[in-house]
Each structure stands twice: as C-alpha cells, then as structure tokens.
C-alpha cells in the first residue's frame, strides 16, 4: 500500500506541530546570531566548483549563456566558499542558512536537498564555535519546548557542560587504537592502523582513510552525544579538509565535529588562509576521487586566490534540519521539512 504522501491534509495535520516548532527554533538561533552581531548573506546556489571533497557527490547542471555555449555548473555541498569570498571582502561575523544539494545521500538522517546553517568568525578562536553550538542546541530545546535533544532511545541533555576530546583520545577509548601512532612519517601508515583495526571488515585497497572512517562511523560515533553534547576535537591533519595544522602538533588539525545522541550535527575549522596548501590538498581529494568514482570536480580558482586575502578566521557548518529532528524527536528528515524531496 502506497504511504498517504506528505501533502495530504491528513498526514499535514500530523507534520504542522514539528514543522512550526522548525520556524521557532530558525527564528530562535537568527535571534542569537544578530545579537552576537553578525550579518545574514543570501550565497548563489550555483557555483563553478561545489566542494572537492573526494567522498562529496554534487548535482550538475548546466548554464547555457546569451551566446548559446553550455558551461557545466553544480549546485553548492555547502556554501563555504562563497562565504570565505565575503570574509576575504571585508566582512567580520556572517552566517547563512543555504539550501545546499549532495547526491548518493537518502536515509533518516540525509537528504539530497538540506538547509546548512554556515557561521564564521574573523580573528576569532575555533573554540567560540562550540560555545555557539552548545547554545543554539539550547535554544532548539526551548524552541521546541523540549529539556532534551532525542534521537530514538538516545537523548541528550544541551544545558549539561559539553564534553571535549580529540579524536585520538576517542580512537584510544571507543577503537583501542592507537591513532597518532600511525601518523609519525609523511604519509599516515596503512599498515599500521589496519594492524590495529581488529575484527573490523576491510577490503584489500583500503586506504588509511577508509579504515579511519570505518572505525570512526562503526565503533566510536555510536558512543558520543549520549546525556550530553560531545565535542569531537583534533581530526586529523590528513582528514583536515579545510582546516589549518595545530601549532603544538602538525599530526593534527583545529578541526572539530560535534555530536548529539551519536548524531553528527556540526563540522567546525580554525580555518587554513594557505592557498597553495589548499590547492595541494583539494589535488589529493579530486585524484582520490577520480581513483574511486572516476569523476573529478574543477577548483576553484576565484576561491583559491580569495584566500590570500581572507583573514585569519573559524567557521563551521550546522545541519540544521538534524538539529530540527533531534530537538522535535523526529524519526526521519523528511518530518522536518516543509516540503520533502519526491
């Protein structure tokens, strides 16, 4: 039997609660933002390069000019470079809430279209950034009128003090492993963490980072948010993206993700302003990809020369409907939003 679709009054009548309480929850965290001060921007979803991220699948179109020439264009995984553009313009505390598109995600807590809320502080600590999370995850509860975040049998309780570990900390409690061990030469030891990684399903060719990932998604994800935010601190540097080396060890980067009843809910950067190690890494993720999907995406060149200007600066991105599901105690995405994906 075919389910009552979303737009029938009846099922309507059941979503409206939960999706109301999303518009308070929004205009709740808008309100901390403009009182922190900072400026909401309206970012262009179509862009020359939508994240170079070898994991990260984007949707392309194309963009037919006056002149008849079609020019392939994507919809934007995030709208971080555009911001960086704006930080490299001038601008000190921005934020916005994009509708951002990634392909090959559909399941209770992805959607191929999602509303991504993206803050930056220029000359500002990393650490702020989850000061702000742990406020706006208090804000979503009272929004909602709820005292916890629920994911299924989990909660978690935003008003307790978050806890803050590196993921190597994690590794060693939650994985039995070793992390910072495999990462003492130029290129992390493949070896030496799949040596470690016992009983863990792995393929001939995987590399460190697909074991890294493993472990991480299988075997300490699942224990992190659990009665109160966790603050997953210290990625490391070769999982970075596009964040800059701790100054105390270059093993490690000021990345961090926070979590919420085993839900990740934000991806946090003390952000890298080097345009040519940006260009080296975003080189090493298209190969990877290229390796794995056969596809590549182009750089962007704007972007990398923006970053010569860009200031010294944090920024983070928040999934925004996740928090939604977890401060509603929503089973799936698609209750949060207004209009689901067909």
Same mark, same amino acid.
């Given at each position: 039997?075919?389910? =009552?679709? !979303? !737009?029938?009054?009846? &099922?309507?009548?059941?979503? &409206?609660?939960?999706?109301?309480? &999303?518009?308070?929850?929004?205009?709740?965290?808008?309100?901390?933002? $403009?009182?922190?001060?900072?400026?909401?921007?309206?970012?262009?979803?179509?862009?020359? $390069?939508?994240?170079?991220?070898?994991?990260? /699948?984007?949707?392309? =179109?194309?963009?037919?000019?006056?002149?008849?020439?079609?020019?392939?264009?994507?919809? /934007? =995984? $995030?709208?971080?470079?555009?911001? *960086?553009?704006?930080?490299?313009?001038?601008? @000190?505390?921005?934020?916005?809430?994009? /509708?951002?598109?990634?392909?090959r995600e559909r399941g209770p807590k992805h959607a191929p279209e999602f509303t991504m809320l993206e803050w930056y502080r220029a000359g500002e600590d990393y650490a702020v950034l989850m000061e702000d999370v742990a406020e706006m995850a208090r804000l979503a509860c009272q929004a909602a009128g709820t005292a916890v975040l629920r994911y299924g049998d989990l909660t978690c309780d935003p008003f307790q003090p978050y806890e803050r570990l590196s993921v190597a900390e994690a590794f060693q409690r939650y994985a039995g492993v070793d992390l910072l061990a495999t990462l003492t030469g130029p290129e992390p030891d493949t070896a030496a963490l799949r040596g470690q990684a016992q009983g863990l399903q792995m393929a001939a060719d995987d590399t460190w980072s697909d074991i890294f990932s493993r472990l991480l998604s299988e075997r300490v994800e699942p224990h992190l948010g659990r009665g109160r935010l966790t603050v997953l601190d210290r990625y490391p540097a070769c999982e970075a993206a596009l964040a800059r080396a701790c100054a105390d060890d270059r093993r490690e980067a000021e990345r961090f993700e926070v979590y919420a009843c085993g839900v990740e809910l934000a991806n946090g950067f003390?952000?890298? =302003?080097?345009?040519?190690?940006?260009? &080296? @890494?975003?080189?090493?993720?298209?190969?990877? *990809?290229? @390796?794995?999907?056969?596809?590549?995406?182009? #750089?962007?060149?704007?972007? %990398?020369?923006? %970053?010569?200007?860009?200031?010294?600066? $944090?920024?983070?991105?928040?999934?925004?409907?996740? #928090?939604?599901?977890?401060a509603t105690a929503a089973p799936h995405i698609d209750a949060v939003q207004w209009v689901p994906v067909g």
């Open positions: 039997m075919r389910e =009552t679709p !979303w !737009w029938h009054p009846a &099922r309507h009548e059941d979503r &409206r609660p939960i999706l109301l309480a &999303r518009n308070r929850i929004q205009g709740a965290i808008r309100g901390f933002l $403009s009182g922190q001060d900072f400026i909401e921007v309206d970012p262009a979803a179509l862009a020359v $390069s939508p994240g170079n991220e070898a994991h990260l /699948h984007a949707f392309a =179109t194309e963009a037919i000019g006056n002149d008849g020439v079609a020019r392939v264009m994507y919809l /934007h =995984t $995030s709208p971080e470079f555009a911001l *960086k553009k704006l930080l490299a313009a001038g601008e @000190r505390r921005i934020a916005s809430f994009a /509708h951002v598109w990634r392909n003390g952000e890298l =302003t080097d345009p040519a190690e940006q260009r &080296r @890494r975003f080189e090493i993720e298209m190969d990877e *990809k290229a @390796r794995v999907y056969r596809e590549r995406y182009p #750089l962007d060149e704007d972007f %990398l020369a923006a %970053l010569a200007l860009m200031p010294e600066a $944090s920024g983070i991105a928040l999934g925004f409907d996740r #928090l939604v599901m977890l």
